[in-house]
């Protein structure tokens, strides 16, 4: 288990999404999460990075984004995703209409609810220029 | 990439390279099954959504789509199976899903798409229906 916190930094393009996935899927082994709990990981990681490569910075002017995880304990995985763009709470963001039938739903607009939903505890916070969601998934939800 | 043949409800296996999509097409009588394995991610999902858009050029418009193979979908997996689903629609067909399983029906469920598209416990119940 490291000591210090572990950090990736990438452009805010969605090719760098398949590293991004393997850095943290490093993590959960370092923090022996289950398989199940895994995929829950990987599915919030995508939703957030997804949607910081596709919405925080010019399309032209891509910026970077920092993923950083650690192991506060045992059975336990933090992981912090930072990116310089445009403010952006998406624990604020308005929950989409799920009553609404196929031909009137929107095409896309689920990732933040799956966030909402899967993240045990998430916070986010606006710091010096930065976004910052921190997120902790523990072996036993 | 059509192939003739009856769509059996063959034994799902839980284990697939991480990474990769692969999707299996068997044609019956006027349907189209799709087995789709592996994940369905910001990376993979628009393979899917381009089978899909094939099988409809071709004049299909009744799909319908095996997921007893699939570990993993993300919400960018999501908007293909609503944009398929709309096409299809829109031509008088339907996208029907079989055999969610796991965090793939954890997904479907939180955002109520399971009261969206027709789901089916067997590829014959969904042929069957459609």
Redesign the interface.
């Known amino acids: 288990m490291p000591e210090t916190p572990q950090t990736l930094t990438v452009v805010a393009r969605?090719e760098s999404?398949?590293p991004v996935?393997e850095f943290v899927r490093k993590g959960a082994r370092e923090a022996n999460l289950p398989q199940?709990r895994v995929?829950?990981l990987?599915?919030l990681i995508?939703?957030i990075f997804?949607n910081v490569s596709r919405y925080s910075y010019p399309e032209s002017a891509p910026g970077v984004v920092t993923i950083t995880y650690s192991v506060p304990a045992p059975g336990e995985l933090a992981v912090e995703v930072g990116d310089q763009g445009i403010a952006f709470d998406p624990l604020a963001a308005s929950p989409p209409d799920?009553?609404l039938?196929?031909?009137q739903?929107p095409?896309?607009?689920?990732?933040i609810?799956?966030l909402k939903?899967f993240a045990r505890l998430v916070t986010y916070r606006r710091e010096q220029g930065w976004n910052r969601l921190k997120l902790t998934i523990s072996a036993n939800p | 990439m059509t192939l003739e043949g009856s769509a059996i409800d063959v034994p799902c296996s839980m284990r697939h390279p991480r990474g990769i999509v692969t999707i299996e097409q068997t044609q019956v009588g006027g349907k189209v099954v799709l087995r789709v394995a592996g994940r369905m991610d910001a990376e993979t999902a628009i393979q899917f959504e381009q089978h899909c858009d094939s099988c409809i050029a071709e004049g299909f418009t009744n799909l319908i789509v095996d997921l007893c193979d699939l570990t993993y979908i993300s919400s960018m997996g999501l908007r293909s199976f609503v944009a398929t689903a709309k096409k299809l629609r829109d031509k008088g067909g339907e996208l029907r899903i079989c055999r969610l399983t796991g965090l793939v029906r954890q997904v479907f469920e939180l955002t109520r798409l399971d009261k969206v598209f027709p789901l089916h416990d067997s590829v014959e119940s969904a042929l069957m229906e459609g």
Not at chain 1, 107 to 111: A, F, P, V, Y
């Open positions: 969605a999404l398949g996935t199940a995929r829950e990987e599915l995508e939703e997804i799920l009553t039938d196929l031909m739903r095409i896309g607009g689920l990732g609810l799956l939903s």
